[in-house]
């Protein structure tokens, strides 16, 4: 059966990264609330655009976000979901919706993810993701494309990362009282992390 997988973490935790790499390894959709607001960012809806919650880093609305995965699970066999749910009111609209083979929370210290958060760049044309310091492309072409995100900045930074303890935080701790959250170390080389994570999916498996 093909692996329903939810990562969980901290803005800048490696959530994106990974979920690529997961994707791809076990030929599955990566389905990240993130990428679809930022796509539709100054879509009027009757709680307003998608950006004004973003550049203040704040959450999107549920019902926004709800539809967004709704419409993605309905499309998708085999998943790995970055960025939903952030709040408790989204983990009982998923647990309706859809049973997970695996969920994992990466957990990366405070200063780690500052530092992670504003040396992030973007590839506009593929969405990839890199980093000043830790990961930047060789190809000249693509390095002179990247993007830094308008929410990277150390003052959004700092909202979204309040954001996330008030409401994230007791997600992680919800699933971690069901029993049912598998904790990795994020700390470490991306391929060290993809291997701590490929681990537990397939023991769970
Ligand atoms: P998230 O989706 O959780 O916000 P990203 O995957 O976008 O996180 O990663 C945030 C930033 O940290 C990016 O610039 C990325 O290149 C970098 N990054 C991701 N994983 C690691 C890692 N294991 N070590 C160092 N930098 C990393
Ligand atoms: P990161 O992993 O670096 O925090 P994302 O790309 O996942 O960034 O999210 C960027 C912004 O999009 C968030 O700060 C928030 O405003 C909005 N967003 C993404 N996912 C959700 C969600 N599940 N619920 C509400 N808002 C969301």
Known sequence: ?????????????????????????????HITTGDALRANKDMETEHGTPR???????????????????????DADGFVLDGYPRNLSQAEYLSEQTDLTAALFLDVGEDELIRRLTGRRMDPETGDI????????????????????????EEVVKDRLETYYD???PVIDHYREQGALVEVDGE???????????DVVESEA
């Open 167 to 169: 409401n994230t935080e």
């Open 188 to 198: 470490a080389h991306p391929d060290e992390v993809f291997e701590r994570i490929t």
């Open 130 to 153: 890199y980093h000043t310091e830790f990961n930047m492309p060789d190809d000249e072409e693509i390095e002179a494309r990247l993007v830094q995100r308008d929410d990277d900045t």
């Open 52 to 74: 004004e919650y973003m550049d203040a880093g704040d959450l999107v609305p549920d019902a926004v976000v709800n539809e967004i995965v709704d419409a993605a699970l309905a």
């Open 1 to 29: 059966m093909s692996k329903r997988i939810l990562l969980l973490g901290a803005p800048g935790a490696g959530k994106g990264t990974q979920s690529k790499r997961l994707a791809e390894e076990y030929g599955i959709e």
